[in-house]
């Protein structure tokens, strides 16, 4: 499905509360959201469930906290209630009447007019979507790494979901795409493994799995925190904590996991072939074990599933 067959789908979206066509969701050219970056947002997922006939949101409650602390960061005021914008984009899918796999954009912005420094009003908006599984998750993706760095905590801190964030994430991105790669790993400023532009770093060495720790300039991903979760219960080794660059070129599988990308395999990265070149077995199992989770196929963790319908 195209981009554009998935944007004639969407009949409302939800800007501030209020339900209405997108053209009608539009931000004024002086907003502060938009002129100085005063922008957070959270990627959020829904997943069809054939035999139930539901659609659940993944770890709703969890993207919703992360929104309340990037927004705290960026000191906005007032900060909308978040419980109120996970009504929203129930209320939202609903009127879309999508009964297949969704993606959810959520968006908190200062609006109208101001200087770098206004704190409000603060606008948010609500966009849901089809979202089909990409051909990457099967076939696994070619990945280099990126010779920009990742930025830090103290100059523009990723543990917060910021817009201006992902201007870092987009020239790794841009580089990656003009040499013919799929994504990019981005390394700390120390040179060890950080995150790609819009997901977590997984390694697979001797059967354990190794992913950077949070002060290693990565978003907290509810994805990544979700599979360490997963391995813990499931008796899988695993380590937070710093990646050499050429652990990536000796490791047994590399994966590359986050609400968009759900668990990549990257199956090659500099163009050295990860292990045989093709998504390994712990890779593989962790997405058997995440889908059935996220579907809710298996009866674990019912508390990470908001039901829409
Ligand atoms: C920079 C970055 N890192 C990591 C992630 C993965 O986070 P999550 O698993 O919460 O979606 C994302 C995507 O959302 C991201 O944009």
């Not at 606008?123 to 089909?132: A, F, K, L, M």
């Not at 819009?198 to 799995?209: A, D, E, Y």
Request: with cysteine.
């Amino acid at each position: 499905m195209v981009e554009d067959d998935i944007r004639a789908r969407i009949k409302t979206v939800t800007m501030n509360g209020r339900q209405m066509p997108y053209a009608q969701a539009t931000v004024p050219i002086m907003a502060p959201g938009l002129n100085y970056a005063a922008a957070v947002f959270e990627g959020i997922r829904a997943y069809w469930n054939a035999s139930a006939s539901q659609l659940y949101i993944f770890r709703l409650d969890e993207h919703l906290k992360r929104l309340a602390f990037s927004m705290r960061m960026l000191r906005f005021d007032p900060m909308p209630a978040v419980a109120e914008l996970g009504d929203q984009i129930v209320a939202d899918i609903r009127a879309n009447g999508y009964r297949e796999d969704t993606y959810i954009r959520l968006n908190a912005f200062v609006d109208e007019w101001g200087e770098m420094t206004t704190q409000g009003p603060v606008s948010t908006t609500i966009v849901t979507r089809p979202r089909p599984r990409a051909p990457g998750f099967t076939t696994g993706q070619n990945f280099c790494v990126s010779s920009w760095r990742r930025l830090s905590d103290n100059a523009s801190p990723p543990r917060s979901k910021s817009t201006a964030n992902y201007l870092n994430g987009r020239l790794a991105g841009l580089e990656a795409k003009t040499n013919n790669y799929h994504g990019a790993i981005i390394l700390t400023e120390r040179g060890t493994v950080a995150e790609g532009p819009g997901g977590c770093i997984f390694i697979v060495r001797g059967g354990r799995l190794i992913t950077p720790g949070v002060t290693s300039g990565i978003l907290e991903s509810v994805t990544r925190e979700t599979l360490l979760n997963l391995a813990l219960e499931d008796g899988i080794a695993s380590a937070e904590r710093d990646i050499d660059r050429t652990e990536l070129y000796i490791a047994d599988e590399v994966f590359y996991c986050g609400t968009g990308h759900e668990i990549t395999p990257i199956v090659s990265v500099d163009r050295m072939a990860v292990g045989a070149g093709t998504p390994g077995p712990l890779t593989r199992a962790l997405q058997k074990r995440y889908d059935d989770l996220v579907r809710g196929h298996s009866n674990a963790h019912g508390e990470w599933l908001r039901p829409v319908y």
